[in-house]
Structure formats: C-alpha cells, structure tokens
C-alpha cells in the first residue's frame, strides 16, 4: 500500500477492526518509510449491477444517484442523514439480493417509495411526484388519497392497540 503522504510502497497495519456489520474491514496502517498514518477500507467487490433506465439505456448501479433523490424529496423534513443511508443501504441490498445482473429503474423506484412511505410521508409524496412524473394534477391527488388513507388506516390499527 502506497503512503499518500510520502508515496512509499511500505506500510504495516496497526489496527485491524470489521465495520459496517462486518462487510468492511477498516485497517490503521503506519508507513515504514516516513511514519506517517493513514486509514483503508477493505470490501468484497461487489459484482456490477446494470439498471435498465425507461428509455430502455443502461447504466451501472450507482447508490449516490438514490441517495440525492432522497435527499432532495426529504429537504426541510425531519428524516436525518443515518436514516436516508439506512434506506440506500436497505435498497440496495434487496436488489442485490434478486441475484441478477440487471434490474429495472422502476423497480429500484418502487422499493425507494415502500420505504420512504414508512418513514416520512411528505418526502414520499415528493419523490413520488419526481419518479412517478404525474401527468396532471387528478393522478396526485389520487395518490395523495392513497397516502391519506393508508395513514387513517395505521391511526385504526393502533387506536386498536390502545
């Protein structure tokens, strides 16, 4: 491993420590040469995965694209950083999970908004707005009626509860 500070093609690892539920493993090293510290991250390589955009183009996976969208749908919301990389996290691991080399971008959509529905309904309707690209305002409100009636049906479930 290179030193990024002396350039040196020697260094010896000084801790050693699995992170991210033990899929990275993060290593302190020490540069034989100048001394200098510097930390790496070491990770499966993760097989490419091809989205199958609506035009029919494709185009590498790429989890910084989801996490802006989200980002952007939940501006000014109270849904903090850890909870929208949770979320990429949790999207990519599903589509991963399917085991094949492409995927559609409407499904990755899909799974963005079953989880962005649980967590913030605003950012939701946002990035629905976006994904969806409603064609007039009747198809909104028709999803803002979705929206309002699932939550009157959580409110039934856990008045229930009570």
Do not use: W
Request: hydrophobic share 30%.
């Amino acid at each position: 491993m290179h030193c990024p500070h002396c350039h040196h093609n020697g260094s010896r690892v000084v801790d050693s420590r699995p992170t991210d539920e033990g899929r990275v493993i993060r290593r302190r090293r020490e540069c034989e040469n100048c001394g200098f510290r510097f930390t790496t991250f070491e990770r499966i390589e993760a097989t490419p995965l091809l989205v199958i955009k609506k035009n029919g183009t494709r185009e590498e996976f790429n989890r910084e694209k989801i996490l802006r969208g989200i980002i952007r749908s939940a501006e000014k919301r109270p849904v903090g950083m850890d909870v929208m990389t949770k979320l990429v996290d949790e999207v990519e691991n599903e589509v991963r999970s399917l085991g094949e080399n492409e995927v559609s971008s409407q499904l990755i959509g899909e799974y963005v908004m079953k989880r962005l529905a649980d967590i913030d309904e605003i950012s939701y309707i946002r990035f629905a707005s976006v994904y969806r690209q409603f064609k007039d305002m009747s198809v909104f409100l028709e999803e803002l009626k979705d929206v309002m009636n699932k939550d009157k049906k959580k409110g039934a479930s856990s008045d229930k509860k009570k």
